[in-house]
């Protein structure tokens, strides 16, 4: 399920240049789900006017390319325990997303974030999936494929072109 204050943010960012980042570490199943989405969303770059970076585990080495994509909005996917069933997800402007952090990137998440915003002048949201292993391993679980699937969806008739 897609959430009504998830869908009214991405519907906010049409006409707007938006940069999306996704971290994770693809070896560490559900923890793959930021550059999972990259993917999945590059797929659909005719229909989707956005900059997409995967940024692996290393958001802090893409500070560049994000000043250079000049966005009016940057949104970071992660997973990250938020407290709630395999699968949901949160979207909020960074420092807002409450139930809990951001997996193993937090530290480095929240200085790029707060560089962005001071130097760009842009709000950065994070958008957070709850996983359901992080262990070694390929793949993300169903659930997180799942709902991966449903958000590409939506993100292409919502903000697409």
């Known amino acids: 399920m897609i959430t009504a204050d998830l869908l009214q943010i991405l519907a906010s ?3 707007q240049r938006v940069t999306l980042i996704g971290v994770g570490n693809s070896f560490r ?3 793959g789900f930021g550059p999972a989405l990259v ?3 590059g797929r659909h770059q005719a229909d989707l006017d956005w900059i997409l970076i995967d940024a692996g585990t290393a958001p802090e ?3 560049a390319t994000v000043r250079r994509s000049e966005p009016d909005v940057v949104v970071i996917a992660d997973c990250g325990d938020l407290g709630m069933q395999p699968g949901l997800m949160r979207i909020a402007k960074v420092g807002e997303l409450a139930g809990g952090g ?6 480095s998440l929240s200085l790029v974030a707060d ?3 001071k130097e760009l002048g842009v709000t950065v949201y994070v958008l957070a999936i709850q996983p359901l292993e992080i262990a070694f391993g390929e793949g993300l679980s169903v659930a997180v494929r799942a709902r991966l699937q449903a958000l ?3 993100v292409v008739e919502s903000a697409g072109r």
Do not use: C, M, Y
């Open 29 to 31: 199943r559900d923890d």
């Open 152 to 154: 590409v969806e939506v």
């Open 39 to 41: 993917r999945a969303l």
């Open 102 to 107: 951001l997996s193993t990137h937090t530290p």
């Open 115 to 117: 560089i962005w915003q």
């Open 61 to 63: 080495n893409f500070t």
């Open 13 to 15: 960012f049409k006409g």
